[in-house]
């Protein structure tokens, strides 16, 4: 039984009943899309302040998708998109008010991207982060902050975590500022 919360784990086999909390080695990795490559980044913490230094290589205002994939307490899945660009300030503060929801709680995923510059970092379920565009200024923060390049691959079996004592988080987010919901896509899941 695990003492803490946290959203991403792994276990022995589909049988097991002990998840172990599963952390990636500070990675960052060049992956070719159906579009544009991207970077993935898989950081052994920190998950939000790394967003966060990403975020300031790029020009505001932002956009902020929360994606809303296991809904948990009364809520509806989907996409919700910030009904207005946020400024620099603005969108930090949406990142650390919420940070241990989106660090130790796997039922989303939460979308920044620069409206000028169209560049995009996605942090997912399984503590990776994603970014689109400026590839070359993100690796040299990676670079920088002493991430090293390597396959990252995702721990077999795994599990998501959704953790009840989030789930007034969850009702908090999206009673935020003005979202605009739409339907999940095939890919968010």
């Known amino acids: 039984m695990r003492s803490e919360n946290f ?6 086999d589909e049988h097991d009943t002990e998840v172990k909390r599963f952390s990636f080695p500070n990675l960052w990795n060049i992956e070719k899309t159906s579009g544009p490559e991207r970077l993935v980044i898989a950081p052994e913490a920190g998950h939000v302040d ?21 809904p948990r307490g009364g809520n509806e899945e989907g996409r919700y998109q910030s009904d207005a660009p946020a400024n620099r300030s603005v ?18 995923h939460v979308w920044i991207f620069s409206l000028p510059s169209r560049a995009m970092l996605v942090y997912d379920n399984h503590n990776v982060i994603y970014a689109y565009g400026e590839l070359e200024k993100f690796k040299q923060l990676l670079d920088a902050k002493g991430f090293r390049q390597g ?35 095939e890919s968010d899941y």
Do not use: M
Request: aromatic letters at 14%; zero cysteines.
């Open 7 to 12: 959203k991403f784990g792994t276990v022995r």
């Open 50 to 70: 790394l967003l966060i230094e990403l975020s300031r290589t790029l020009p505001e205002p932002f956009g902020i998708l929360y994606v809303l994939v296991v």
């Open 91 to 108: 969108t930090e503060s949406f990142l650390n008010e919420f940070r241990d929801f989106f660090e130790n709680d796997a039922r989303h």
């Open 151 to 185: 396959e990252i691959n995702l721990p077999e079996p795994h599990v998501h975590l959704y953790n009840p004592s989030f789930d007034g988080e969850e009702t908090r987010i999206l009673s935020t500022a003005g979202w605009k919901k739409f339907p999940l896509l």
